[in-house]
């Protein structure tokens, strides 16, 4: 059973940095793409950033280029999510996800909050 377990969320004021993780229970070259995807109260769940299994495609949503920067760590089957400038619109709870390479399965993590204070 695939478990994505995150953790590196908390209060911190605007302008300040957190680093979120999220570790796979086996190799995260068993998937194609991992990302971070977050959920604000009373919002759709959106797309953060993305990176394919040998990190040769990152993407990221607009509102977070230039200050979000996802990585990983293949040693320790972790990806991980450096976020720097937080504002408060960045409050949210923050999702790993993983899509198997072998049957296209989708795996969600439980969710870090992460909130900004202004």
């Known amino acids: 059973q695939v478990q994505l377990v995150e953790s590196g969320g908390g209060l911190v004021q605007a302008g300040g940095s957190l680093r979120l993780s999220c570790a796979a229970s086996?190799?995260?070259?068993?998937?194609?793409?991992v990302a971070w995807y977050r959920q604000a109260p009373g919002k759709q769940r959106e797309l953060v950033a993305g990176i394919t299994s040998g990190s040769s495609s990152i993407n990221y949503t607009d509102s977070v280029k230039g200050r979000f920067t996802i990585s990983r760590d293949n040693a320790k089957n972790t990806v991980y999510l450096q976020m720097n400038s937080l504002k408060p619109e960045d409050t949210a709870v923050y999702y790993c996800?993983?899509?198997?390479?072998?049957?296209?399965?989708?795996?969600w993590g439980q969710g870090t909050q992460v909130t900004v204070s202004s």
């Open positions: 996800n993983a899509v198997s390479r072998w049957n296209y399965r989708t795996y």
């Open positions: 086996g190799s995260i070259f068993n998937f194609n793409t």
